[in-house]
């Protein structure tokens, strides 16, 4: 296993520059912003408001969290200090009741900045009393933002709702299945078809699946997922799962996230077998392989044979990327994890030895490390969310912003990245930013820049 020196260099200051990632609250935001008719409300300053900029109208052109009429799906209590030494719990109360009673309120999440959470409000009973009141959810999303980034914020939302729902009264089904943890990080056309695709899988197994968390539904449809007698618990849902299947009996099943061709196939070969639908799954692949194998015949020995590649982004997409890079003769030479230690659990073993790792860097250290990489190892392709994208160029390198966030690339037609359905997709990605790097190499060449 090789790993990065993060010593610093003799006689320099300690690089102080902030972590390349974004913060516990913005992953509440998309999670908010997966649940159409759902409001946040954050106990914080007005500045809160300001960090839906990652999502809407950058990451997400399709987002819902603003909205010109005014009423907003993020809300804040314009705290200020000096309102911290006397009770604020009437005040929150009653903005929590408002936005309850609200027509288009579906359910209510309220979460908070660490200055108000150290006061040690019960937040939790103030949202029993006001779903009491009101008869609309109300949820508390523990405020985690010292100890956790984004990725934290969104699987925090999940386990929260998964805790407080109300999910009595059916009798789960192990035919019907729920996948909990899909990372729906925008509306837009990648996350539509990568959903379509996963409902086709596991209805081409004959499971019916009954709910994703989160796919862009309405806050009450989540309650179908008590209908579920089989959780697929993806990485990005485990605890969550955990939890629904505690309080409904459900069976959990750990999947990987179903990115890259052998990923899916592990995928549904499991289903088949957990399940007691082997034949189906094997009927399911080998019409799959039929149809996506041939298309790689030339792209293999002459677009990505012995090309070396670098990520930059979270710790679920890379294990997809190393896997398709390997069926392609390509290279995984580097990996740059841009979130805490604690999402790491078998990283090291899933990318093997020969991909060096830079984990939770700061961003003096993910640029130093990222241009003298791409040059000293002549990488032919960056695969980087917008944190890194563009950080580094010449040399022939090509870039591909993928991940959340992705501030440049967007995807208004539907063109998944999971699944079979979207193993093509993804490869041309990367094939068309390879072949698009060498011509412009080769104009430079011949006329300069």
């Known amino acids: 296993m090789v790993e990065v020196d ?16 974004y913060t516990f609250l913005v992953g509440v935001y998309l999670a908010t912003n997966a649940l159409k008719d759902t ?23 399709l987002s819902t969290l603003t909205s010109v009429s005014g009423h907003h799906r993020i809300a804040n209590t314009a705290l200020h200090p000096v309102q911290m030494t006397r009770s604020r719990e009437d005040a929150l109360r009653g903005t929590l009741a408002r936005i309850a009673s609200h027509p288009t309120t579906g359910g209510v999440l309220l979460t908070s900045m660490p200055m108000a959470a150290i006061t040690g409000a019960d937040y939790e009973r103030i949202c029993r009393d006001v779903q009491a009141d009101t008869g609309r959810t109300v949820i508390h999303v523990p405020g985690r933002s010292l ?72 806050f009450q449809d989540l309650t179908r997922v008590r209908e579920a007698g089989t959780l697929l ?104 994890i841009t979130h805490p230690r604690h999402h790491l659990a078998g990283l ?23 241009r003298d ?6 990488i032919h ?11 580094v160029t010449g040399h022939g390198l090509a870039s591909l912003e993928f991940g959340f966030p992705s501030f440049h690339t967007h995807c208004l037609a539907d063109r998944p990245f999971l699944g079979f359905g979207g193993v093509l997709f993804f490869i041309d990605a990367m094939a068309n930013a390879l072949r698009m790097a060498e011509v412009a190499q080769w104009t430079e060449r011949l006329w300069g820049k």
């Open 373 to 378: 990489r791409v040059a000293s190892r002549g």
């Open 233 to 336: 618990a993806f990485p990005y849902g485990r605890k969550a799962a955990r939890w629904i299947a505690r309080r409904t009996g459900a069976r959990v099943i750990e999947c990987d996230l179903p990115f890259g061709l052998p990923a899916t196939e592990r995928l549904v070969q499991v289903l088949g077998k957990e399940l007691g639908r082997e034949q189906e799954a094997q009927t399911l692949i080998q019409a799959e392989l039929s149809r996506i194998i041939p298309s790689l015949e030339f792209v293999i020995p002459f677009v990505f044979q012995h090309r070396r590649v670098g990520y930059v982004g979270d710790p679920v997409l890379v294990r997809g990327l190393r896997e398709t890079l390997d069926l392609l003769g390509a290279e995984l030479s580097f990996a740059v």
């Open 39 to 61: 409001v946040t409300l954050v106990e914080g300053p007005d500045c809160v408001h300001m960090k839906t900029q990652y999502v809407q109208g950058n990451h997400d052109w």
């Open 381 to 391: 392709l960056l695969v980087a969310h917008s944190g890194a994208v563009g950080l």
């Open 147 to 218: 100890s956790g980034d984004w990725l934290d914020g969104y699987q925090e939302t999940l386990v929260s709702l998964a805790r407080q729902l109300d999910l009595s009264g059916s009798t789960p089904v192990p035919e019907r299945v729920a996948v909990i943890g899909y990372l729906m990080d925008r509306h837009e056309g990648d996350h539509r078809a990568n959903l379509r695709e996963i409902r086709r899988l596991l209805t081409a197994l004959g499971l019916d699946p009954v709910s994703i968390w989160l796919e862009g539904q309405r």
């Open 348 to 370: 090291p073993e899933a990318l093997g030895p020969a991909t060096e790792r830079l984990e939770w860097p700061r961003f003096k250290e993910m640029i130093a490390f990222l």
């Open 6 to 21: 993060r010593s610093p260099p003799g006689g320099h200051p300690e690089d102080l520059s902030q972590r390349v990632t």
